[in-house]
């Protein structure tokens, strides 16, 4: 790393409508230094960074490459220019060869008639060489997610890119194959790239980047030499705002129940998860807390036999349930409300109240299996109006709804069964302010009522303020639990960027 | 006492909302109003169009496609699509055929037959859902597989029934007072299958199945279960298709059938169906087989010769089709 500064980016602010993505943000890239950025997901990373690629403008600000300042119009400008994006998706041809791959921008921008695949292939070995031993003729199908990623950062190579944007690029690797990729950025890096990486694993930071920078609610707030600080400043740094009190009031700890919901004993999955013991007691709210990809959301899953084939004891209210699939695990109580709302969540061209009496149509029906109009408006209607749904009507497709409403409709199919236990995956994700506190005081007022709600989140504010107690995963395995006044953004942030030693979650003594 | 109160809201509700607006929004409005315009500009236009004689050539035209239609439209609206649908209808007719010629009581070969069929469809279903093919490539496959079969077992030519009994030709040429049993036959099989389709939970399962897979099985819906019944009963239908077919020629023909495909998944579309699913009623579609039916009979009396009556019929397919994909898109 030398002292000489690549990118410099001065006071740059970015605005969506109302929300204020980047407020006069300083950044400065050096060369040859690997540049980690730090903060949690909303604090203007990505807004950042698809700015320095062309993909968004900026309002103000300026951006200076080389000393001199430059407008960056568009990717392929970006490209011009030097710089390249490896983005968390890998966006590769799975059908067509490495090196057509790697020379799809070359290819796309030849006059040439015909494909010269001798010299592609030729070409793409040359890149190789000095990056790894993958076979440029073979098709990106056949190799592993790592060697994917790595004919992603092929490609950027090509492009004489002097400036390298990595995007959380070990979120589908393995250990080794992470080691691997370090030790590509390092050589990279003493050739005199700059890598910008973007990651949420301290440990990754701290072993191999040189400086960090981090952000929080669009705001720089510091950039630091990575060897003069602990992981646990960065962290510091990343949280430690007001939650004010737009979150519903907790379970008081007298009131605390005895009473079990839901007890799950050494659940596992192959690949997936171990060893997951856990469980909810009445009035209680619980929250799954971890990166994305630690398994959150597939523990649910299994739970309620959604997916995979788990092996464990699941008990409801004291029962042991032995469920085949997920018909079995809504008969018996619970359900599972999916984080990919548009995906998964909702029918959208179907009308507001068939969307609600998916889980069971059979409940407004008759006794030969007639749906009654009316008993399904009439069902729509009583959880649209406990839910403060706003529609012009029943029957309008959910796609008309906004997000906010649309999850309340996906929330009022989960009720219409009347769960004994909901798991709730993201459940204000992509969901405005307004909706979202009426949607975290739902969650309260059904947990009162004794329903039992678990909630899956990587807003950490969000399950500060709604969870009584929170779980902490990391890699499959519950490493921690934190409640009252141990549950604190930076303990959660420790055990799920697995910067410290687990804490085994409190046993729980077999039924 | 909420619950009542709630019911009397929604009721008022639904009462607010005008039966004229409501007509509107639906699809079959406009169809029915583009048959009526038809008939009576050809009424005008050929005295001979609006007599009982070609008003019922024209339903005994459709009415056994028709009840291919109806599987169709149910297969579409799942997600799925059927190209065989015309080689199984022959292959029907052939196995009835061929029993009967051996021996066999013609009501037990032709229940035997449709048995036949039923397992075609659950053989295209276990490729689609167990193997997961598509369905399209499946049904490829198992539309020349089963003409080839048809050829097989008839040598390629037609097998003469002329023995049939006259109480199992009744189904396909006896008429109940003025009406043939034909038609009082699709009339039932679209009756009780719009039916079903809007009201039965078992249907609406189809259709959150064809609407999104995902959140059906995120519904607990066994989506798979749904698609593999849906495939079957396509088939299966074919089969009925057939022996009305058998019973109405007093034949069983191995080319029978050719191109019925494009036809009945013309009909389907023209009446909403999706061919990504989710969307589509019977009614519809009857409406769409309607109309591909009087256009034909109209380019007929009018001496239009039988090479533009395709161009003709391909082109208000895709016209249909558009002017759909517009209004659609405005309803969103």
């Given at each position: 790393m030398t002292d000489d500064v690549i990118l410099e980016i001065s006071d740059l602010s970015k605005s969506f409508g109302p929300v204020r993505?980047?407020?006069?943000v300083n950044f400065e890239l050096r060369r040859g230094e690997i540049h980690a950025l730090a903060g949690?997901?909303?604090?203007?990373k990505s807004t950042l960074m698809n700015i320095i690629d062309g993909i968004l403008q900026p309002d103000s600000g300026e951006i200076r490459l080389d000393g001199k300042p430059v407008r960056i119009a568009s990717p392929a400008a970006a490209q011009t220019m030097g710089i390249g994006f490896v983005h968390q998706e890998i966006a590769l041809?799975?059908?067509?060869?490495v090196a057509e791959n790697i020379f799809m921008a070359t290819t796309n921008a030849?006059?040439?008639?015909?494909?010269?695949y001798h010299s592609l292939t030729q070409r793409a070995h040359d890149v190789f060489a000095k990056l790894s031993?993958?076979?440029?003729?073979?098709?990106?199908?056949?190799?592993s997610i790592s060697n994917q990623q790595l004919v992603e950062i092929a490609k950027a190579l090509t492009l004489d890119c002097r400036v390298l944007i990595l995007d959380e690029?070990?979120?589908?690797?393995?250990e080794t194959e992470a080691q691997v990729l370090f030790g590509i950025m390092r050589q990279l890096a003493d050739r005199g790239i700059s890598i910008i990486y973007i990651s949420h694993r301290m440990v990754e930071i701290f072993d191999n980047c040189d400086r960090v920078s981090v952000f929080r609610d669009g705001r720089h707030v510091t950039t630091e030499?990575?060897?003069?600080?602990t992981p646990g400043d960065v962290v510091n740094a990343m949280v430690g705002r007001d939650l004010g009190d737009i979150y519903p009031e907790k379970q008081p700890l007298s009131e605390q129940?005895?009473?079990?919901v839901l007890r799950v004993v050494d659940l596992n999955e192959t690949h997936r998860f171990h060893d997951v013991s856990f469980c909810l007691k009445q009035g209680e709210i619980l929250g799954f807390a971890g990166?994305?990809?630690?398994g959150r959301s597939e523990i649910a899953k299994g739970v309620c036999a959604l997916e995979g084939t788990v092996t464990g004891e699941v008990w409801l209210n004291g029962e042991r349930l032995r469920l085949r699939d997920y018909q079995d695990s809504i008969n018996a109580g619970m359900v599972y409300l999916s984080e990919d709302r548009k995906g998964d969540g909702?029918?959208?061209?179907?009308s507001i109240a068939a969307n609600i009496a998916a889980l069971k149509p059979e409940q407004v029906a008759n006794r030969i299996g007639l749906i009654q109009a009316d008993q399904e408006e009439t069902q729509a209607a009583i959880l649209g109006r406990k839910l403060n749904l706003k529609c012009?009507?029943?029957?309008?497709?959910?796609?008309?709804?906004s997000g906010g409403n649309q999850q309340k409709v996906a929330l009022a199919k989960m009720l219409s069964v009347n769960p004994r236990l909901i798991f709730l995956d993201e459940?204000?994700?992509?969901?405005d302010v307004g909706a979202k506190v009426e949607i975290h005081r739902i969650l309260r007022s059904l947990a009162n009522e004794g329903v039992g709600i678990i909630v899956i989140s990587s807003e950490l504010p969000e399950l500060l303020g709604v969870c009584d107690r929170v779980l902490v995963i990391h890699e499959g395995r519950i490493r921690g639990e934190v409640s009252g006044a141990d549950m604190t953004e930076n303990k959660i942030m420790h055990l799920a960027s697995g910067t410290v030693p687990g804490v085994a979650a409190t046993p729980h003594p077999a039924v | 006492m909420d619950n009542t109160l709630n019911m009397a809201e929604t009721k008022q509700a639904e009462h607010a909302a005008p039966l004229f607006k409501r007509l509107i929004r639906m699809r079959e409005t406009g169809l029915i109003l583009i048959i009526l315009a038809l008939f009576v500009t050809m009424s005008f236009a050929s005295p001979?169009?609006?007599t009982w004689v070609n008003v019922r050539a024209m339903t005994m035209a459709f009415a056994v496609e028709g009840i291919v239609v109806v599987g169709m439209t149910v297969l579409l609206i799942s997600g799925g699509i059927d190209l065989s649908v015309g080689s199984v209808t022959a292959l029907s007719m052939v196995i009835a055929g061929w029993l009967f010629l051996n021996g066999i009581d013609p009501w037990v070969a032709s229940g035997l037959s449709i048995l036949a069929c039923t397992a075609i469809g659950a053989f295209m279903g276990f490729f689609t859902t167990?193997?997961?093919?598509?369905h399209f490539i499946v049904s490829l496959a198992v539309m020349v597989i089963a003409r080839g079969a048809c050829l097989l077992g008839t040598g390629g030519r037609p097998l003469g029934?002329?023995?049939?009994p006259p109480e199992f030709k009744f189904i396909g040429q006896g008429s109940i007072g003025p009406i043939p049993v034909v038609i009082i036959i699709f009339v039932v099989v679209v009756i009780a299958f719009d039916f079903m389709l809007r009201r039965t939970t078992m249907f609406r399962k189809v259709f959150y199945t064809g609407s999104n897979e995902k959140a059906a099985a995120y519904s607990g819906i066994r989506t798979k279960k749904v698609v593999f019944l849906t495939t079957t009963l396509c088939s299966a239908l074919c089969g009925v298709a057939g022996i009305i077919y058998m019973a109405r020629f007093g034949s069983a023909q191995p080319?029978?059938?050719?191109g019925m495909e494009l036809n009945v998944i013309a009909a389907a579309v023209i009446g909403g169906a999706s061919l990504n699913g989710g969307s589509g009623s019977i009614f519809g579609a009857i409406l769409g087989a309607v109309l591909l039916s009087v256009v034909s009979s109209s380019l007929a009396l009018l001496d239009v010769s039988v090479y533009w009556q395709d161009i003709i019929r391909g082109s208000i397919l895709l016209t249909a089709v558009t002017i759909d994909h517009y209004l659609n898109k405005k309803r969103r």
């Open positions: 993505a980047l407020r006069g949690e997901n909303g604090a203007g041809c799975p059908d067509v060869s030849s006059r040439a008639l015909l494909m010269d031993d993958i076979d440029p003729s073979v098709l990106v199908r056949d190799l690029p070990t979120a589908a690797l393995t030499i990575v060897a003069d600080i129940s005895e009473q079990e990166l994305i990809g630690a909702v029918f959208l061209d179907m012009a009507s029943l029957g309008d497709p959910v796609s008309a709804l459940p204000t994700r992509g969901v | 001979y169009f609006l167990r193997i997961g093919l598509h029934l002329y023995t049939l080319t029978f059938g050719l």
